[in-house]
């Protein structure tokens, strides 16, 4: 059984993309690694040709669509042909896949087995294990060249979409990040950037994953200014590590969009520079901001955080209370939506599985397998995600209504208006009783 990480990440929405790996990536897993194969197999004997020059050995359009009942459900598959003419000892060969032999029906490992194809996918000897896995211990997986040849499809699928066209596309709130990760044949890390935004109706997917040079400000230009000229509109909210050389780059690209720190980074650089003593009781105050129900009531728990630790600790009450603004920003949209906007989580739980990969592996073999597999990684958990709470609120956001500790400012200026009717039809009420009892 794959073991959950233990780095922070949410365990239910790890568990909850593994599944998603399984339920919604079977097919696709499969058709691509059986297309690999074929191919494979057919440039391994292109030179053997009949009398009149023909290739012996070539593509032979599909089979019949077949059922392969998973752990995860019934997938349809229409598996490749080859027409294999070739003559061996008088016995005409015939092509027979191990990745999806003729007598395969069902396999109690697949939904075990494909989220590992998908984490160890990209390295030869891992793959073969994990197809060993799914097919028994007799099945010798995939050639080193088909996997290349499998990885090369995936990053040309990526460099297609990355260019694809953003114009209907309309992101109210995103959220970004700089995932690092090592590169086994190279001395520097990798630095990926990634971009996740929710549209109106409150759906999520992946924007943007983009190679950056160390997080910096221009990488995240090249990003943005790409973005932007594919048509993608500001979003509202921005939601990131303070970090990042991405909010200079922001404010250049997309002025208007509203800045919100990710309280968990937050939490984590401030308590780095207290004692561990302290750290207990101090997480506990910085929880008390961030969940206040006001943000006045925050703002007076940064104050009492600073009068606590400010004389001893200044560099720790410095983290907190420089760009407070930034901090308490989701005070100003739906309440609903402030466990969504307060930190990157969206992208710190679906990493986990990159994390968890590189681990094992200690990363891919190369920075173009290592963001081929971030994209196929990505774009597989898209599918699992859940919309944001209350979605019908993110259209009220894109229009421009006005939120004010999480509830629309109009309800708010009702409240105040009928408030003080309420205090004077009460008094009047105790003046007649006293009226009353006098006489």
């Given at each position: 059984?794959?073991?959950?990480p ?11 993309t593994l ?12 058709v ?6 074929v191919?494979a ?8 040709r ?5 290739a012996?050995?070539?593509?032979n359009?599909?089979a ?9 459900g019934?997938i ?6 080859v ?7 008088g016995?005409?060969?015939k092509?027979?896949?191990?990745i999806?032999?003729p007598?395969?029906r069902?396999s ?5 087995v494909l989220p590992?194809?998908?984490?160890r996918?990209?390295?030869?000897g891992?793959?073969q294990?994990?197809?060993?896995s ?6 010798s997986?995939?050639?080193?060249s088909a ?13 297609a979409?990355?260019?694809r066209?953003?114009?209907g596309?309309?992101y109210?709130?995103i ?6 990760f090592?590169?086994?044949l190279?001395d ?5 950037l ?5 549209k109106?109706d ?6 943007a994953?983009?190679?950056g040079?160390?997080?910096s ?11 932007r000229?594919r048509g993608?509109?500001?979003?509202v909210?921005a ?11 922001l404010?250049?690209?997309?002025p208007s969009?509203r ?9 984590v650089?401030?308590l780095?520079k ?6 207990s009781?101090a997480?506990a105050q ?5 969940n206040?129900?006001?943000?006045k009531?925050a ?7 600073q009068?606590?630790y ?5 560099k ?9 603004d ?6 100003d ?17 679906t ?7 590189t681990k094992v ?5 190369s920075?173009?397998?290592g963001?081929?597999m971030?994209y ?10 859940r919309?944001l709470s209350?979605?019908e ?5 894109r229009a ?21 009717m ?7 009420k ?5 009226e009353?009892a006098a006489a």
């Open positions: 059984m794959m073991k959950i233990k780095d922070g990440s949410d365990r239910e929405d790890f568990m909850m599944d998603g790996l399984a339920r919604e990536g079977a097919r696709r897993l499969i691509a690694a059986l297309e690999a194969e191919a197999y057919v440039a391994r004997f292109r030179d053997e009949d009398e009149y020059g023909h012996l050995v070539v593509r359009g599909t019949e669509p077949r059922s392969v009942t998973v752990g995860s019934t349809t598959v229409e598996a490749p042909r027409n294999d003419k070739r003559v061996v000892e016995k005409r060969q092509f027979t896949s191990e999806l032999p007598y395969l069902r109690k490992n697949v939904s075990d590992l194809l998908y984490l996918g990209l390295s030869t891992d793959f294990d994990a197809l060993r799914l097919l028994g211990e007799t099945a997986g995939l050639s080193s996997i290349t040849r499998l990885v090369s499809t995936w990053s040309d699928e990526r460099q979409w990355q260019k066209s953003l114009e596309s309309d109210v709130y959220w970004v990040d700089g995932i690092h090592n590169v086994r190279e520097e890390r990798i630095a990926t990634v971009v996740i935004g929710a109106v409150g759906t999520k997917e992946v924007i994953i983009e190679e040079y160390r997080e400000k221009e990488s995240w230009l090249f990003l943005l200014r790409n973005l000229d993608m509109k500001a979003p909210v939601v990131g590590d303070g970090a990042l050389g991405f909010w200079p780059a404010r250049e690209v997309f969009t800045e919100q720190r990710c309280w968990v980074h937050k939490i650089n401030v780095d207290l004692p561990k003593s302290l750290q009781r997480k910085l929880h008390e901001v961030v206040a129900p006001t943000r009531e703002n007076a728990a940064i104050d009492a955080f009068s606590t400010g004389d001893k600790y200044p720790a009450t410095k983290c907190l209370v420089d760009g407070r930034e901090l308490l920003t989701f005070f949209f739906p309440a609903a939506h402030w466990k969504h906007l307060r930190t990157t989580n969206p992208i710190e739980s990493f986990a599985t990159v994390r968890l990969r592996t200690k990363g891919p073999g920075r173009n397998a963001l081929a971030v196929k990684l990505l774009l597989a958990a898209e599918k699992t995600w919309k209350s979605p609120l993110v259209a009220l956001v421009g209504v006005r939120f004010a500790d999480g509830v629309r400012a109009e309800q708010n200026e009702r409240a105040a208006n009928i408030k003080p309420i205090t004077k039809a009460r008094n009047k105790r003046n007649d009783y006293a009353k």
